[in-house]
T-cell receptor, first 113, second 115 residues
């Protein structure tokens, strides 16, 4: 039973446009959500996070939105740049263990020039 | 450079072999993790060590055996693996104060192929 799901395995966006990556979760008790970015042959790197008590967090070109009633979060990247091409993982922190991240399966984002 | 290194980067082994994966962190963290990433699957947490004591093993088969001799080093000993164990094995580290979440820093991973 997968608690965090990214239903789009891939996404292709034109440079300069907005990229929107989506993530759904089933456990309403998750209290923190994160996005990680992974380039080939490298480990995932932290991108942005949001607490369950907020509905939006912004950091430069990256904004994460949380809709608790829908159990849905999304990552917006605007404007998209070629260097944003990577695999993006959504992750959640359960209340039972702050170290036990639960990951989605990832979405491969390709930014086309 | 994330400050977390893993060796080897690639490993091919037979089902009867014994090998070890090594992870080292240079960030002064007190928690270390092993994750497994299989094709088209989410990252799965295998083991967590906090202050060099194992606190979670997530029902991983006994053919995977972790070792954490100190806060900077983490090993994953492998023996009699199966072809379905072929995956990317990622190590991570983080600060941990016993309660709140802290960002985990990942190494580049070891790509393991079991023949």
């Amino acid at each position: 039973d997968q608690q965090v799901k990214q239903n789009s395995p891939s996404l292709s966006v034109q440079e300069g446009r907005i990229s929107i990556l989506n993530c759904d979760y089933t456990n309403s008790m998750f209290d923190y959500f994160l996005w990680y970015k992974k380039y080939p042959a490298e480990g995932p790197t932290f991108l942005i996070s949001i607490s369950s008590i907020k509905d939006k967090n912004e950091d430069g070109r990256f904004t994460v939105f949380l809709n608790k009633s829908a159990k849905h979060l999304s990552l917006h990247i605007v404007p998209s740049q070629p260097g944003d091409s990577a695999v993006y993982f959504c992750a959640a922190v359960p209340p039972s263990g702050a170290q036990k991240l639960v990951f989605g399966q990832g979405t491969r984002l390709t930014i086309n020039p | 450079e994330t400050g977390v290194t893993q060796t080897p980067r690639h490993l091919v082994m037979g089902m009867t072999n014994k090998k070890s994966l090594k992870c080292e962190q240079h960030l002064g963290h007190n928690a270390m993790y092993w994750y497994k990433q299989s094709a088209k699957k989410p990252l799965e947490l295998m083991f967590v060590y906090s202050l060099e004591e194992r606190v979670e093993n997530n029902s991983v088969p006994s053919r995977f055996s972790p070792e954490c001799p100190n806060s900077s080093h983490l090993f994953l000993h492998l023996h009699t693996l199966q072809p379905e164990d072929s995956a990317l094995y990622l190590c991570a580290s983080s600060p941990y104060d016993g309660t709140s979440y802290n960002e985990q820093f990942f190494g580049p991973g070891t790509r393991l192929t079991v023949l």
